[in-house]
């Protein structure tokens, strides 16, 4: 298999001797993988091809062949630079990274954790409520707008643990998050959540 020259450099990036054997695509991503070829642009040209034959099927509009690369290349450019951007966005808070453990015999550790879907315009919240040999009591999963920052979401998933703990009836525990940040700004809050022992 070998790809149209048309102004672009392709021939670099896809060429798959006919002597390799190759029966199907997942094989071609394969072999463009390993030989360090660029399976992002082959991706791109497939679907390009496959969007070219939908359009000459169903349209009347004319989609030379020759269009093929450059419209593959531009669509891999402009998806690439999206999710650059949507990376940058989404960064947020730092967060640190420690191994979980269990709390002390007698208690229990509520952890929270909040997560952005930009794409559905939703945050995540989620909590886990473990005891002392790390069993779950209980767990929460919902759904919620997406405010305008990543820490926002944390300090909804922060405020919805505590509820969902004191809802339960627990009027003691640890409260356990990722971020740096909402931890600091709940421990500096500890008189006003003195049931709280926050890590």
């Not at 360090?36 to 091809?49: D, F, K, V």
């Not at 420690?98 to 954790?113: E, I, L, M």
């Not at 559905?120 to 920052?149: N, W």
Request: aromatic residues 8%.
């Amino acid at each position: 298999m070998i790809a149209a020259h048309t102004g672009l450099e392709l021939n670099s990036i896809i060429f798959v001797p006919t002597n390799k054997g190759v029966s199907s695509i997942q094989e071609v991503l394969t072999y463009t993988n390993n030989e360090q070829r660029n399976p992002e642009l082959l991706a791109s040209i497939m679907w390009t091809l496959w969007h070219r034959r939908n359009q000459v099927r169903t349209s009347t509009k004319d989609y030379p062949l020759t269009q093929l690369a450059p419209t593959a290349l531009q669509a891999l450019t402009d998806f690439q630079q999206a999710n650059a951007t949507d990376a940058a966005r989404n960064r947020g808070p730092t967060k640190c990274r420690s191994r979980w453990s269990p709390p002390a015999d007698g208690n229990f550790k509520v952890n929270f954790d909040g997560a952005q879907f930009s794409d559905m315009g939703k945050a995540g919240l989620g909590v886990i409520i473990r005891d002392s040999k790390g069993q779950a009591i209980a767990s929460l999963s919902e759904q919620a707008s997406l405010p305008f920052s990543p820490e926002i979401v944390e300090a909804m998933a922060a405020a919805r643990a505590i509820s969902f703990a004191q809802g339960l009836g627990f009027t003691s525990f640890i409260l356990e998050g990722d971020s740096t940040n909402i931890i600091e700004a709940l421990k500096s809050m500890m008189n006003l959540f003195p049931h709280l022992v926050i890590s």
